[in-house]
């Protein structure tokens, strides 16, 4: 690929919108603001400029292109960023080979995957059209028509070998990639002849957030014995169930919109959602959450809620899953849907109780508050022995909770439980509560933030808990844990530039700035070397921009056609400073700015060959007066670069 089809693909792609489909972006006066998609982030630090077509980041300084955007966040070599930015644009890039081969060889795998992936994708939407049962068995479902269209869900053949055929001998699909997306194995009978993966089955295709099938999930329509009910496609270089929710393509909008996600567990759940009118549902593919699962998310929204069975695996994914928004941010909540025992969104919403299952988002619990409900069910609590280890376990769920607020507010609710009271007094029951959970986090070795103890009649609180017939099964620790405050977490720091750099950094903005450019030209000194320069970055791109000085070009052009990194990182970096990002101080560039930041320059090169002229005379003085062709050189330099001054363009105010 030549120059021209870069610049001709930078110039199709809109980077705004490209980079929005990775996460949220925001209008900041006259460039886009929002959390950067390479680390995670409290406070927005991420900057896309739609004028000069780059990103920036604060806080990892990740900075580039459209180019550079989709190789890092994809994790792609150059030619199949460009192959696919190419394919958005809808440009078709040069190729050396003539012959089929030799064009399937230049493709890359990942695209020639996609493409075995689409080719499958019509084979499974036209079975279905002929197939009755599966038609049947989607009114059943109670999907219609628009739904089955929407999500482009189809129907495999119960045969052994029809999508094998269509994908070879008609698409002409090679039998290795196709191989390679999960799509056919090959046979164990006859060499040559290949074995369809998905067969008598629901198909629901499973399509990234840049509209690519990338997998599938088929569900058997009639079950078999020897068969599993779902099956999904393989591990392959463009499918990972650990980085990849369902429909998320079609719910991220409305995640964005309604700053929630809600995870369930099944195709037939999302489809079903998304139906009734609920949008921000996605699924996971068969696995608990991940790590990789959270970062996709928190893309779109903060908030997650995460619908699962009310059983022990159901409970252990909801504690895994709040350990990772928990390690992903403070920021980030986790709350839990609780339904009706039996129940799933699918089975509410063919019930038609589509409104139950909004109730239950809206009313989604903590995992904390979650526990705490599924503990007090399986208790005993009609008679205290049962209400001692209810408070006990209690304490065990409550005392590792990190926010003090959550802390004194679940105690309460629990020390106000109908059951507890009928053995203890609110006041009492709470005060045993906050001394089982001292006495839990003593022996765990933590201390939740700022959580101190209510005041109360110390008398009181020790006293034992006791029925009505004089039993005493619960006796409180006699030591108190202490309390320790966590350190605050220091503030972001902002971008500020240093004094010294300012007048190279204002020339930077200067010449990067259309209206501004004109008069640099007339005010800048021709001659290398005639300024001097606290960064040797600033150096670096006066001397590729210096053809557009003399009226040459365009800086931004001089800048792609170099493609240095580190010299475009620094530049983005003054640029999208904060301080010069909002329109106010854009505005606050002017041409006595320039004039003073231009003499300031030239200022420090003079005072610095002044300094270095003494030098130099101070070492020929202690050798008698002797020059060495050192001495020279550096004399003449410094003669050369003040008739540099001399005859150069002088700042207005000079």
Request: with cysteine; net charge neutral.
């Amino acid at each position: 690929m030549d120059e021209t089809e870069k610049e001709l693909i930078r110039d199709r792609t809109d980077i705004v919108e490209l980079i929005a489909g990775y996460t949220t972006l925001k209008p900041s006066g006259n460039r886009f603001k929002g959390l950067c998609p390479f680390h995670q982030e409290k406070t927005p630090s991420f900057t896309v400029d739609p004028e000069r077509r780059r990103y920036h980041c604060f806080g990892c300084q990740a900075s580039g292109d459209v180019f550079t955007f989709l190789e890092k966040i994809e994790n792609l070599t150059f030619p199949e960023a460009a192959e696919r930015l190419a394919m958005r644009a809808g440009i078709t890039l040069s190729r050396r080979g003539t012959n089929p081969e030799e064009a399937r060889r230049q493709q890359s795998e990942r695209d020639r995957l996609f493409a075995a992936n689409a080719a499958a994708l019509r084979f499974f939407r036209q079975a279905y059209r002929r197939a009755t049962l599966a038609q049947e068995y989607a009114a059943k479902r109670g999907l219609v028509q628009e739904t089955m269209e929407d999500f482009g869900i189809g129907y495999a053949p119960d045969d052994w070998s029809q999508l094998a055929h269509f994908l070879i001998e008609r698409e002409k699909v090679h039998p290795e990639d196709a191989i390679r997306a999960g799509l056919i194995t090959a046979s164990r009978v006859r060499d040559g002849e290949f074995t369809d993966r998905f067969r008598g089955r629901f198909l629901f295709p499973i399509v990234d957030v840049q509209e690519r099938v990338i997998g599938f999930g088929g569900r058997l329509i009639v079950d078999k014995a020897d068969a599993p009910k779902y099956l999904n496609s393989p591990e392959t270089p463009i499918f990972s169930k650990s980085r990849t929710l369902y429909a998320l393509n079609r719910a991220r909008k409305a995640i964005q919109e309604q700053d929630i996600a809600v995870i369930v567990e099944g195709y037939m759940d999302v489809v079903a959602s998304h139906q009734a009118g609920i949008r921000c549902v996605v699924a996971t593919l068969g696995t608990s959450m991940t790590a990789d699962h959270v970062s996709l998310l928190r893309r779109y929204t903060k908030n997650v809620v995460l619908s699962f069975d009310a059983d022990n695996a159901g409970v252990k994914a909801a504690l895994k899953a709040a350990e990772l928004i928990t390690a992903a941010g403070e920021d980030m909540t986790l709350k839990v849907l609780s339904l009706p025992p039996g129940e799933d969104p699918d089975s509410m919403i063919r019930k038609g109780d589509a409104a139950g299952f909004r109730k239950a988002i809206d009313n989604a619990m903590t995992v904390p508050e979650f526990q705490l409900g599924m503990l007090k069910r399986q208790s005993r609590l009609e008679d205290p022995y049962g209400c001692e280890l209810f408070l006990r376990e209690a304490a065990k769920i409550i005392a590792p909770l990190p926010n003090s607020l959550t802390i004194n507010m679940l105690t309460k609710r629990i020390a106000s439980t109908r059951e507890v009271l009928r053995f203890l007094p609110e006041s009492q029951a709470e005060a045993v509560l906050r001394q089982e959970v001292a006495r839990q986090v003593g022996e765990r070795g933590y201390r939740p933030t700022d959580f101190t103890e209510p005041s109360s009649n110390p008398s009181r609180s020790s006293e034992r808990f006791a029925d009505r017939n004089g039993k005493r099964p619960f006796r409180q620790p006699s030591s108190r844990a202490g309390w320790r405050e966590r350190p605050p977490e220091p503030p972001p720091v902002p971008f500020v530039p240093q004094v010294a750099e300012e007048a190279e950094r204002t020339l930077i903005r200067a010449i990067m700035a259309e209206e501004f450019l004109p008069e640099v030209r007339k005010r800048f000194p021709a001659t290398k070397g005639a300024l001097l320069f606290v960064n040797p970055l600033t150096e670096r791109f006066l001397e590729i921009v210096e053809p557009a000085l003399r009226g040459e070009g365009d800086p931004q052009d001089r800048l792609i056609r170099h493609d240095d990194p580190d010299l475009n990182a620094y530049v983005d970096a003054v640029l999208f400073s904060p301080v010069w990002s909002d329109a106010r101080a854009r505005l606050e560039l002017s041409q006595e700015m320039i004039g003073d930041a231009i003499l300031e320059l030239r200022k420090r090169r003079i005072n610095a060959d002044a300094d270095l002229q003494a030098e130099v005379l101070a070492r020929v003085a202690a050798r008698g007066g002797t020059f060495t062709p050192e001495d020279d050189e550096i004399l003449r330099q410094i003669t050369l670069r003040k008739s540099a001054l001399r005859n150069g363009r002088q700042p207005a105010n000079d």
